[in-house]
């Protein structure tokens, strides 16, 4: 199993451009997340999917839109980048049941100048 | 919503010494709490975690203890290493909802050899 991937591992966009995070597992997982990581800032939700064909509003969803595809993928996508968007995304999946690790993926670095 | 509060946001300990990091919540309905290490420029991984009917845990050099009365948990490392060194987030995942952890914004753990 490869876990949970991210594609780009890195990226450099100006302010104003858009782009799409692009995240699958295939470890069968129902819920999938999305992250953001900031110094000092812990790690923060932006969306999350409980299920496919679902999705919700985390804690900083401003600026960001997601679409879970199907089981395995779950995008997030800028319309217009920010510099306040500048940060390292992660997105993370869990098995169904409720004492289960949460699993994350290698991570994105983006900058938006 | 859930509220984890992780003290200290910087811990430096000589090598062989202990090093504890506590978290506190606010949402009396979270009942699993795992920790994660996160290496520079890694992905988060769960080192140990702990459910709300027990109140310690031990994995070789760490263990985590659990007061629900107090809504507190803590890590411990005894016999801290280099390796050791790395950004420690604690979580809390209430056992309702779509198992969404609220992370803690991470302590600096850093082992001087």
């Known amino acids: 199993n490869a876990g949970v991937t991210q594609t780009p591992k890195f990226q450099v966009l100006k302010t104003g451009q858009s782009m799409t995070l692009q995240c699958a597992q295939d470890?069968?997982?129902?819920?999938m997340y999305w992250y953001r990581q900031d110094p000092g800032m812990g790690l923060r939700l932006i969306y999350y999917?409980?299920?496919?064909?679902?999705?919700d509003k985390g804690e900083v969803p401003n600026g960001y839109n997601v679409s879970r595809l199907n089981k395995r993928e779950f995008s997030l996508r800028l319309e217009s980048a920010a510099p306040s968007q500048t940060s390292v995304y992660f997105c993370?999946?869990?098995?169904?049941?409720?004492?289960?690790?949460?699993?994350f993926g290698p991570g994105t670095r983006l900058t938006v100048l | 919503g859930e509220n984890v509060e992780q003290h200290p946001s910087t811990l430096s300990v000589q090598e062989g010494d202990s090093a504890v990091i506590k978290c506190t919540y606010s949402?009396?309905?979270?009942?699993?709490f795992p920790w994660y290490k996160q290496e520079l420029g890694k992905r988060p991984q769960l080192i140990i975690d702990?459910?709300?009917?027990?109140g310690e845990k031990k994995d070789q050099r760490i263990a985590v203890t659990l007061n629900k009365t107090a809504k507190h948990f803590s890590l411990h490392i005894t016999e801290t290493q280099p390796e050791d060194s790395a950004v420690y987030f604690c979580?809390?995942?209430?056992?309702?909802?779509?198992?969404?952890?609220?992370f803690g914004r991470g302590t600096s753990l850093i082992v001087h050899p």
């Open positions: 999917s409980a299920s496919e064909g679902t999705t």
């Open positions: 470890m069968n997982h129902n819920s």
């Open positions: 979580a809390a995942r209430p056992s309702g909802g779509s198992y969404i952890p609220t």
């Open positions: 949402d009396s309905a979270s009942n699993y």
């Open positions: 702990i459910r709300s009917n027990v």
């Open positions: 993370a999946s869990i098995p169904q049941g409720f004492y289960n690790e949460q699993f």
